[in-house]
């Protein structure tokens, strides 16, 4: 029989099962950036000797970044100390052409040989803004300013 007058019950919690769940998160972040520079400037020459060539240069730099970001995110979740599964996938992607303002200076020197043939190279200092950009919520800043140095030889015909 059930009593139509109101009285109270009690329901004692029981627990059923437990899960112990282990969550992993993997963060991959690329960037690919290729640069290029235009410089604008004078141009001093000076010959100490005859087979000595000695330049120095400054002026300002137009640098054309272009670049391309990468963002992977993947989360796996193992339950009682399972196998992992894939819980979740993200990709996001982000690229842009950006014009970078500079200077530089930068000193040359060759070796004159003979009529044909010379020995030359450089070094050069470059003072640039930064790069900075987003791809998701992960941000990159990237400093342009740096060295350049290159030696090679030189035929005149």
Do not use: C
């Amino acid at each position: 029989l059930i009593n139509n007058i109101p009285d109270s019950r009690a329901f004692p919690e029981t627990l059923a099962s437990t899960t112990t769940a282990q969550f992993v998160d993997s963060v991959r972040d690329d960037l690919a950036l290729d640069l290029h520079t235009l410089g604008i400037g004078g141009n001093v020459n000076w010959m100490p000797r005859p087979q000595l060539l000695l330049a120095a240069q400054i002026g300002v730099a137009l640098n054309l970044a272009d670049w391309k970001a990468q963002r992977d995110e993947l989360i796996t979740q193992s339950n009682n100390g399972g196998p992992a599964g894939v819980f979740s996938r993200r990709t996001v992607r982000s690229d842009a052409r950006e014009i970078i303002a500079g200077v530089y200076a930068q000193g040359n020197f060759a070796w004159i040989l003979n009529d044909r043939w010379a020995i030359q190279g450089f070094a050069r200092y470059d003072w640039n803004e930064e790069l900075d950009g987003s791809v998701g919520p992960s941000s990159f800043d990237v400093d342009l300013s740096g060295w350049s140095v290159g030696a090679g030889a030189r035929l005149s015909f």
